[in-house]
Every structure is written in structure tokens, then in C-alpha cells.
């Protein structure tokens, strides 16, 4: 079965670049999402289809997938931002892939 | 406002049926395919199940496969998952997800979550 793999965490200060990566064999010749959730809440989308933001989601959120590699880049990183994000794929037509998770520290 | 709301969860002893339920609103509820995520405590997401907009196709996690079936009644825009022959490794939180109906799909709404805790 289709496996993807993410850091379990990420560190990074506020006003920096934290960036999230997602690996899985030929991502990138499928499609990437990623969603957020915070502690106690139900996951949100913050980007789909490689690089695409939801109205609602701040410019800050960025995304891109390439080779074996999708990558979650948060420019500027507020204190809000700290949560859980995933990466999700579609194994075939009917079957979803999640990633394990990333725990993005705000230091 | 898209609303999914689950209900239904609770505790079951190992071995036991549940029924979770999640109540669609503010959307045409028989144009959109629908899943069930899970969420085991203090772990990742973990997909579970899928039907189509008209109920005809299903498909699991070979997880859950033989053991839960997602149904839905669209016209009263409900979706349903039969969980039997509960394990302790099928406790979590429960989501059921909206896929959009774009070509390259994705999940663009979640309800809040109903807990199933499977314990004697």
C-alpha cells in the first residue's frame, strides 16, 4: 500500500520560514493536500492540489510537489500557526492516503 | 455555512455494534462523495471509508473492511457508519469529510468529531 512519510516535528521562531515536508514514491506525479488542526479541533484545509489556499487561508501558507517530495512552506510563522499538519494523497481513485503528521513547534 | 455534525459515539465493549451518524446541512448533500476518517487518541489521521454521491459505490481500509459499512440517506442528507465486531484498535474520534467535486479532489469540510472508546 501507498505510504507517506513526515517529520514527526518541526521547530521554528516566529517570523521565520518553517517548512513541512511529505515524501512518498512519485508524489509528485499525484496531487498533494495539506490540513492543519489544532489542538482539540477538526482538521482544516489549508492547501489542495499541490499549491492551492482556500479562501480564509493567509498568503503566509504555500505549497509545492515535485519528485518524491511535497513540501508545506509557512513564511513568517506566527504563534497561531503551531498544530498538526497533514499531508494527504490519493492512492488510487477510491483510496486516501494520509501522512503520519508533523508537530509544528512555534518557538 | 457547511455543517457536518457526527453523533453516535460512546463506549462498546471489544466485540460489540455501533452506528455513528453525521447530519449534512446548508449544501446539496446528493451531489458530494463522503468519508469517515479516524483519529485513534494522540495519533495521526487514518481514512476509513468512502461513498459516492449516490450510495453505489463503497470502499474501506482493508482495517475495517468485512467489519464497518458506510451507507447514507440523502434524502435526509445523513451519513451513516455501522461499526461491528469493535476492536480496541478502532478507538477514536470519528470525522466524516466532504470531497469536492473537482476533478482532483480534496477535503474541504469536517464535521467536529464523535468519540468511540471500545473497552470491557
Known amino acids: 500500500s501507498y505510504e507517506l512519510t513526515q517529520p514527526p516535528s518541526v521547530s521554528v521562531s516566529p517570523g521565520q520560514t518553517a517548512s513541512i515536508t511529505c515524501s512518498g514514491d512519485k508524489l509528485g506525479d499525484k496531487y498533494a493536500s495539506w490540513y492543519q488542526q489544532k489542538p482539540g479541533q477538526s482538521p482544516v484545509l489549508v492547501i489542495y492540489?499541490?499549491?492551492k489556499r482556500p479562501s480564509g487561508i493567509p498568503e503566509r501558507f504555500s505549497g509545492s510537489n515535485s519528485g518524491n517530495t511535497a513540501t508545506l512552506t509557512i513564511s513568517g510563522t506566527q504563534a497561531m500557526d503551531e498544530a498538526d499538519y497533514y499531508c494527504?494523497?490519493?492512492?488510487?481513485?477510491?483510496?486516501?492516503?494520509f501522512g503520519g503528521g508533523t508537530k509544528l513547534t512555534v518557538l | 455555512q457547511v455543517r457536518l455534525v457526527e453523533s453516535g459515539g460512546g463506549v462498546v465493549q471489544p466485540g460489540r455494534s455501533l452506528r455513528l451518524s453525521c447530519a449534512a446541512s446548508?449544501?446539496?448533500?446528493?451531489?458530494?462523495?463522503l468519508h469517515w476518517v479516524r483519529q485513534a487518541p494522540g495519533k495521526g489521521l487514518e481514512w476509513v471509508a468512502v461513498?459516492?454521491?449516490?450510495?453505489?459505490?463503497?470502499y474501506y481500509a482493508d482495517s475495517v473492511k468485512g467489519r464497518f459499512t458506510i451507507s447514507r440517506d440523502n434524502s435526509k442528507n445523513t451519513l451513516f457508519l455501522q461499526m461491528n465486531s469493535l476492536r480496541a484498535e478502532d478507538a477514536a474520534v470519528y470525522y466524516c469529510?466532504?470531497?469536492?467535486?473537482?476533478?482532483?479532489?480534496?477535503?474541504?469540510?469536517w464535521g467536529q468529531g464523535t468519540l468511540v472508546t471500545v473497552s470491557s
Open positions: 446548508e449544501f446539496t448533500f446528493s451531489f458530494y462523495t
Open positions: 494527504q494523497a490519493w492512492d488510487s481513485s477510491t483510496s486516501v492516503v
Open positions: 492540489q499541490d499549491a
Open positions: 461513498i459516492s454521491s449516490d450510495g453505489r459505490n463503497r
Open positions: 469529510a466532504r470531497e469536492t467535486v473537482e476533478a482532483i479532489p480534496y477535503f474541504d469540510y
